[in-house]
């Protein structure tokens, strides 16, 4: 089986890093490049960040760092969520693997699609970069088979009142994914309040290995959800969407993006009811089998030990 070459644009945070390693070790998915950016914590704690992952994972994709701010607004973050430095809780060895500095995530994405005949562009934090992409290098589109993005949501928010953190980020850079005219698979919040991870989850995890003791270490600091009742899982939706469509309920529909500097300024307006009467242009997972999705994340992680 030909696996599918994947660009991964992510803010490491706690959700991200185990996303990272769903996405390595998966059998279905061959990641080219990684692009830290700015999000839940700055640009200089992301890139350490995915350089100590990659370190503890012994896996080399080449990594590049993106934007260290979104394309007009002033940059947010999530440190109260994922920790100070973004994975707060565990001791990681010294990084050996670090970023390319010689050029741009921007070039190192037109590159790598390029080489490819089709990728996967993959956006689990702002989606600054992935529309710097589309922007500077149209004549690449066509080689995207598809953009996964974990963001937005189907009602209230988590960082505004009706705006989800990662379209939050950077509102005029998901506006410009979003009107690209690619297809776009999108996971948003809610159904990543629907795929938590239970301490019996967690306690199997911490078997796996020094990787699924990073993972238990970090789990105990993350304070989306709670470790008792269950944490919840966001980014490894985007991986789970490309390798195990089937566990979701997908409806295609229209995605708007506000970019008005107003009380919503940011929001995901995800049409499920053609208020709008505007052509859809995402798929968006509106339910996922929790389930499922627990044995499908335990089983992923479980090859991080072998």
């Known amino acids: 089986m030909k ?31 990684i692009c830290p950016i700015f999000g839940n914590v700055s640009l200089e704690h992301t890139k350490s960040n995915t350089e100590k ?28 969520i994922h920790g100070e430095s973004g994975m707060d809780g565990y001791e990681f ?21 390029n080489q490819e005949e089709q990728t996967t562009l993959v956006g689990i934090g702002p989606l600054t970069d992935i529309a710097l ?6 004549q690449d589109l066509a080689k995207i088979d598809r953009i996964v993005v974990m ?15 990662n379209f939050a980020a950077d509102p ?13 698979q999108v996971a948003p919040l809610e159904v990543g309040n629907q795929a938590k991870i239970m301490p019996e989850v967690t306690d199997k995890i911490r078997s796996f290995g020094e990787i699924g003791e990073m993972i238990y270490q970090l789990f ?7 470790f008792e009742a269950g944490l919840n899982m966001y980014d490894a939706l985007a991986i789970a969407l490309i390798v195990e469509p089937e566990m979701f309920e ?44 627990e044995e499908w994340f335990v089983e992923s992680l479980a090859r991080t030990a072998e």
């Open 151 to 165: 963001g937005g949501s189907l009602g209230r928010g988590n960082y505004g009142v009706l705006s989800e953190f």
């Open 220 to 226: 105990t600091k993350y304070r989306s959800g709670s």
């Open 133 to 138: 992409f589309l922007h500077l290098y149209p």
């Open 53 to 80: 992952l990659l370190t503890l994972y012994r896996k080399t994709p080449e990594v590049v760092s993106g934007s260290a701010r979104p394309l007009l607004r002033d940059a947010i973050n999530a440190s109260d």
């Open 172 to 184: 005029e850079a998901s506006k410009i994914v979003f009107n690209s005219g690619l297809p776009i």
């Open 3 to 33: 696996r599918r070459s994947v660009i991964l644009s992510t803010d490491p945070g706690i959700d991200d890093a185990v996303a990272i390693a769903l996405a390595l070790f998966s059998e279905e998915l061959d990641v080219k490049l």
């Open 93 to 113: 060895p010294d990084a050996t693997i670090f970023s390319n500095s010689s050029r741009t995530a921007v070039e190192a994405m037109h590159e790598v699609v």
């Open 250 to 293: 997908i409806v295609s529909t229209r995605v708007e993006i506000e970019t008005a500097t107003s009380l919503t300024y940011g929001a995901s307006l995800i049409d499920l009811e053609n208020y709008l009467d505007l052509p859809a242009n995402a798929e968006v997972a509106v339910n996922v089998d929790p389930i499922q999705f």
